[in-house]
């Protein structure tokens, strides 16, 4: 069990410009989650996927967000042309139900810190 | 949506103290977790606790879900305590399973 892992850790970009960040979940785990987390807030859910598909999505991601999960391994979430309200830290989770109730136990990444100039 | 409110927002410690953090929740829960936030942005998980009582070391959590609260105490402080703690509930009547945080108890513990 290595964890949630996340790639890049920081990016900066330019107001207009396109960006990609990837997250690998704990191996078996076939839930996977987005957040982000801006400056002195907690974390505000994005979307989740179960395996490959994409079951819920926040009105936080607007049309300029996308996130997949393609083989229902890791995941992507792009936002293309970022402005500087999209400066965040963006958090990926994962969890497996072992317990056989609804809940599931939610473990996160360190995190992508993305800043728009 | 579900409502959580955490008290204090910000709480100073003399190292070997003890506290209380308190998460207080407007629905009933499937799930609740309490995490440290380190200065990194790593978010560690501390207790996965619906209902309750846990202990690990030096903290221990309470959930009475009836009442909408949650308790975590830290004892005999370390500096190395200090950072964000977040609570976080998954809400019963909430599609998915999405953690909904509050925002927030930030400690430092100072030597």
């Known amino acids: 069990d290595t964890g949630v892992s996340q790639d890049p850790r920081h990016k900066i970009t330019k107001r207009g410009q396109n960006v990609t960040f990837r997250c690998d979940p704990i191996?078996?785990?076939?839930?996977l989650y987005w957040y982000r987390q801006t400056l002195g807030q907690g974390p505000e859910f994005l979307t989740y996927?179960?395996?490959?598909?994409?079951?819920?999505k926040s009105r936080l991601l607007s049309d300029r967000f996308s996130a997949e999960r393609p083989k229902g391994s890791f995941s992507t979430l792009e936002i293309q042309r970022t402005e500087q309200g999209d400066s965040a830290m963006y958090l990926c989770?994962?969890?497996?139900?072992?317990?056989?109730?609804?809940?599931?136990?939610?473990?996160f990444g360190p995190g992508t810190r993305l800043t728009v100039t | 949506g579900i409502q959580v409110e955490q008290s204090p927002p910000d709480l100073i410690l003399q190292e070997g103290a003890n506290s209380t953090l308190r998460c207080n929740f407007s629905?009933?829960?499937?799930?609740l977790q309490w995490f440290h936030q380190n200065p990194w942005g790593q978010l560690i998980n501390l207790f996965y606790?619906?209902?309750g009582t846990k202990q690990n070391g030096r903290l221990s959590a309470t959930t009475v879900a009836t009442e909408r609260y949650s308790l975590l105490y830290i004892s005999s402080s370390q500096t190395t305590d200090s950072g964000v703690y977040f609570c976080?509930?998954?809400?019963?009547?909430?599609?998915?399973?999405?953690?909904?945080f509050g925002g927030g108890t930030r400690v430092l513990v100072k030597p």
């Open positions: 606790i619906p209902s």
């Open positions: 629905d009933s829960v499937n799930n």
């Open positions: 989770a994962s969890s497996q139900n072992l317990r056989g109730d609804f809940s599931y136990e939610q473990y």
């Open positions: 996927f179960q395996n490959e598909a994409q079951l819920e």
């Open positions: 976080a509930v998954e809400a019963i009547k909430a599609a998915g399973n999405k953690l909904t």
């Open positions: 191996s078996e785990h076939n839930r």
